[in-house]
C-alpha cells in the first residue's frame, strides 16, 4: 500500500539522519568535549550559527551543497506546520538558520538561541530526511532536536518537548507544538518526533494513536499521518 510505503520511507530516513547526525555529534565530542564546554563566540545570528556549523558539524558530514542562509531560488526552503502554516524557528518570525544539503539526500538546517545576555542557550537541528520532497511539514518529513548548554546531558540531540514528556499523551492532547491536526496553527507537529522516537522510530498506527491519546476516540480524525 502507498500509505504503509510513505510511512517506512519516513521512519527509515528519519532514524537513519538522525544516526548520522549522532555520528556526527559523536566525533565532534571526542574532538571537543562536551557541548557544555564548546566555545561558539557570539556574534550575529546568521554567523554565528555558521561558526558553529562549520567547526562542529560539517567535517563529520558529507555535504552535497552548501546554503548557508541564502534565499536563493535553489536553496529557498520553506517547511509547514500541520496546520499549513509556515513554521519560523524564532517567536519573531525571524528566518535566521543555516541550510545544509547531505550527500544522503536529506537537508539539515542549524540555528541558534541565545540566553536574555546574549551568550548561547542552545543550538536547535531541524532534519528533513527526504530533502526537498513535499510534504515538508513538522512530524512528517521535517523533524527537530536539540543540544546545547541548557540541557542535562550536552552529549545527545533531544526531541522538542522532551523534558518530562515520557506520557505520549502529553505529546498529543492540548494546543502548542501537540502532535495533531487540530494544534495551535504556528506550531502543530513538533511534538510528533518526540512520539515517534519513543515509540521505538515507529509511526504509531492510528489505533496506537487513539490508545496515546487516552482512548479519546475523537483523536481520529487529528491523526497526522494520513497519506
Not at 538558520?97 to 541558534?112: E, Q
Not at 530533502?131 to 522538542?160: C, Q, R
Not at 504556528?186 to 492510528?206: A, D, E, Q, Y
Amino acid at each position: 500500500m502507498i500509505a504503509n510505503y510513505k510511512k517506512t520511507e519516513i521512519e527509515t530516513g528519519l532514524k537513519k539522519t538522525y544516526a548520522t547526525l549522532s555520528n556526527a555529534l559523536n566525533m565532534a565530542i571526542k574532538d571537543y568535549g562536551g557541548t557544555n564546554t564548546w566555545n561558539i563566540p557570539v556574534s550575529d545570528k546568521i554567523t554565528m550559527g555558521k561558526d558553529f556549523a562549520e567547526k562542529y558539524f560539517i567535517p563529520y558530514l558529507k555535504i552535497a551543497k552548501e546554503c548557508g542562509d541564502s534565499q536563493s531560488s535553489d536553496c529557498k526552503y520553506d517547511f509547514f506546520t500541520l496546520k499549513g502554516k509556515v513554521y519560523y524557528p524564532m517567536e519573531n518570525g525571524e528566518d535566521y538558520y543555516n541550510r545544509y544539503y547531505l550527500a544522503d539526500g536529506s537537508a539539515i538546517m542549524l540555528f541558534p538561541t541565545l540566553n536574555e545576555d546574549g551568550t548561547l542557550k542552545q543550538i536547535i537541528v531541524a532534519v528533513d530526511a527526504n530533502g526537498w520532497k513535499k510534504p515538508n511539514k513538522l512530524g512528517i518529513d521535517v523533524h527537530i532536536f536539540m543540544i546545547g548548554t541548557e540541557l542535562n546531558d550536552a552529549k545527545k540531540f533531544y526531541s522538542w518537548n522532551f523534558t518530562g514528556y515520557k506520557d505520549p499523551q502529553k505529546n498529543i492532547v492540548g494546543s502548542y507544538g501537540v502532535c495533531n491536526t487540530q494544534g495551535a496553527e504556528n506550531s502543530s507537529g513538533l511534538f510528533c518526533t518526540n512520539l515517534i522516537r519513543r515509540n521505538g522510530w515507529k509511526i504509531p498506527s492510528i489505533d496506537e494513536y487513539v490508545k496515546m491519546a487516552g482512548g479519546d476516540n475523537s483523536y481520529r480524525e487529528k491523526y497526522p499521518w494520513k497519506f
